[in-house]
């Protein structure tokens, strides 16, 4: 993977304590724009911007396209790229070239990425468009999480952020298997940006669906949040903060397990309890 750009940036800081202060270094993480284009039969579309931080920007864009329904299997990514036309290039553009024959309806590029919890839609009509994308309620077989498995989990995600360590200023989405090792964690400023770059690189792997596997994310859960896994097949999610009322709309009308709140001595669990084990 291509990792061109940093990830932090080393600032002046002028650091009060008492009432005396001193100008020192301190690391920030990066915040820059993404676009995301994808490209076929000789023609390229610009389909979204996010700000993210840099790094991973490949599993970024394939997660991104995967969980809005704009690119379902993976053979059809032929070449992921970086914009090459620009001078000085800034890598901040990346393209993902789809082969000839690959299902794709440039209008769906009309009616997407409105699912965002700043955006106001109802959630009625949400929920209406997850299914409308082809998602349902997940088959989970009377597979059971284990409680002491996720009251490890946030301890678990904070000792791999190697970048928050450095900034303290980055969300985490990690995946771990039901045993509660993490397999793969990605940070970045935006919490969805992290949770793409997650289904991304399990997208680009070809491991999807990740019925077997267990997200766990730093801070809240969303809808986007909860829509995203629902999307890969990964039935539990686990959240250091609290869960949106959508979020947990989700959880319920899909058959996920949502908890909220995970902390070494307990948890809360709005949504498939009946999953978790003591």
Avoid: W
């Amino acid at each position: 993977m291509i990792s061109p750009r940093r990830n932090t940036a080393r600032i002046q800081v002028d650091r009060f304590t008492g009432d005396a202060s001193r100008s020192l270094k301190d690391a920030v993480a990066v915040e820059e724009p993404l676009e995301i284009r994808l490209a076929i039969r000789g023609d390229e579309h610009r389909v979204a911007v996010t700000m993210r931080t840099p790094g991973e920007d490949f599993e970024l864009a394939a997660g991104f396209l995967f969980s809005e329904g704009l690119v379902r299997d993976r053979a059809d990514v032929v070449d992921l790229r970086y914009c090459t036309n620009v001078d000085p290039q800034e890598y901040n553009v990346v393209t993902v070239q789809l082969r000839d024959g690959a299902r794709f309806d440039p209008a769906d590029l009309s009616r997407n990425f409105y699912t965002t919890s700043s955006c106001g839609v109802c959630g009625k009509a949400s929920l209406e468009a997850i299914e409308i994308q082809g998602c349902t309620r997940l088959d989970l077989g009377g597979s059971t999480v284990s409680s002491d498995v996720i009251r490890g989990l946030p301890d678990a995600l904070r000792g791999e952020q190697r970048v928050f360590e450095r900034t303290g200023g980055l969300h985490a989405a990690g995946l771990s298997d039901a045993g509660g090792e993490i397999r793969v964690l990605r940070e970045d400023v935006g919490r969805h940006n992290a949770v793409d770059k997650v289904v991304g690189e399990r997208f680009l792997a070809g491991a999807l669906p990740l019925d077997s596997t267990i997200l766990t994310v730093s801070g809240r859960t969303s809808f986007e949040i909860m829509q995203k896994a629902l999307t890969a097949g990964i039935a539990t999610v686990v959240a250091v903060g609290a869960p949106s009322s959508l979020a947990v709309d989700v959880a319920r009308e899909f058959g996920m397990t949502l908890v909220g709140f995970a902390k070494p001595d307990g948890f809360n669990v709005y949504a498939g309890g009946e999953r978790v084990a003591p």
